[in-house]
């Protein structure tokens, strides 16, 4: 539905996008994660058309987009404060484009809306009357009502706190999945972009490292970068000796992938492919708990070992007898296959 063809974009000496080449299909939830200045509120801004890329093409449904004023783009977006008008209660904001327009049908249109986002009993508030969830909903409901091709969301839950945020992120999946709508979102929190995403870009410095899926960008991390900012995760540095990879004198792990022998790697493994306890393992070391963090449904360990300090997840229904600062444990390695880095 949409492509983005080699797309750069320079402030002064910042490359901000660098070579972008990506496509996003219909009625996909895409997300675009990365940590702050990495490029992807920069990318959202040009195919919303508020900023113009230095070169490279947009295409939506087949048309360039680069020669459209955003007012006349078939995109909606949706801004991490809402700008919701304070002055207009939720029917008339929801209405706004409408009335501009002169539809003719506009108060069945807006009351469809406003039943399909759950706010049809606060047609009549005025913004400041609702909670943030609320606001967000009026926002959702106010920019679908001309049903536009794609919709943009920039860091849409930014304002919500914890608890609201979970429940908004189911709301907007269900939304998103019922109107059958392509929405592309913004984020650097990687847990909601795990959640919701069909598939999404992780972006660093202006490029993007990994597109996929959210389970194959976290089980296949294709660099460091993103094996580091997807989640918890041990990267086990080692020298390359054909089919396998050294972490020390005694401990080694086969690979798949070609790499030169001698070449310096790091070995990818999460927290939750170890176990504290012993048996059957691709290798298993000795070591010292330094710290413990209860989560609620697991357990996360640090332990210090010879491979230096290792991440380890516990489901607390695993674990048994759960162990305290300076227990010693054997941490065991359960994963069949690693990414190398």
Not at 265 to 273: A, F, L, Y
Not at 275 to 283: A, P, R
Request: net charge negative; hydrophobic share 40%.
């Amino acid at each position: 539905m949409l492509k983005i063809e080699g797309i750069n974009k320079r402030f002064g000496s910042n490359e901000a996008c660098k070579g972008i080449n990506l496509e996003v299909r219909k009625g996909e939830c895409f997300y675009l994660l990365g940590p702050s200045g990495c490029g992807k509120s920069t990318l959202l801004s040009m195919i919303a058309g508020h900023l113009s890329p230095d070169s490279g093409d947009i295409i939506l449904e087949g048309h360039s987009l680069l020669n459209m004023p955003p007012n006349k783009r078939p995109i909606h977006t949706i801004f991490q404060s809402y700008a919701l008008f304070p002055h207009l209660t939720v029917f008339e904001n929801v209405a706004f484009s409408l009335r501009i327009k002169g539809v003719v049908d506009l108060e069945e249109r807006v009351l469809k809306k406003l039943d399909l986002v759950s706010l049809l009993e606060f047609k009549d508030r005025y913004p400041e009357e609702l909670s943030g969830g609320q606001q967000q909903r009026v926002a959702i409901a106010r920019a679908i009502i001309d049903e536009p091709s794609l919709l943009l969301l920039d860091e849409p839950f930014g304002a919500l706190d914890t608890k609201l945020r979970k429940e908004m992120q189911l709301e907007l999946k269900a939304l998103q999945r019922s109107l059958g709508m392509t929405f592309i979102c913004v984020t650097h929190d990687q847990e909601e972009a795990l959640s919701l995403a069909d598939r999404l870009a992780v972006m660093n410095s202006g490029s993007i490292e990994q597109l996929g899926t959210p389970e194959n960008v976290y089980d296949s991390p294709a660099t460091r970068f993103v094996a580091s900012f997807i989640g918890e995760s041990n990267i086990l540095d080692g020298k390359v000796e054909g089919d396998k990879i050294l972490l020390s004198n005694s401990i080694s792990v086969p690979i798949t992938k070609k790499f030169q022998s001698g070449e310096i790697r790091g070995v990818v493994i999460r927290p939750e492919w170890f176990e504290l306890n012993d048996g059957v393992s691709v290798f298993s070391l000795t070591g010292e708990v330094i710290s413990r963090l209860f989560q609620g449904a697991s357990i996360l360990y640090l332990i210090k070992t010879e491979l230096g300090k290792i991440k380890v997840l516990v489901p607390v229904d695993d674990d048994l007898s759960p162990r305290q600062i300076g227990d010693s444990v054997v941490v065991r390695c359960t994963s069949g296959s690693f990414e190398v880095v």
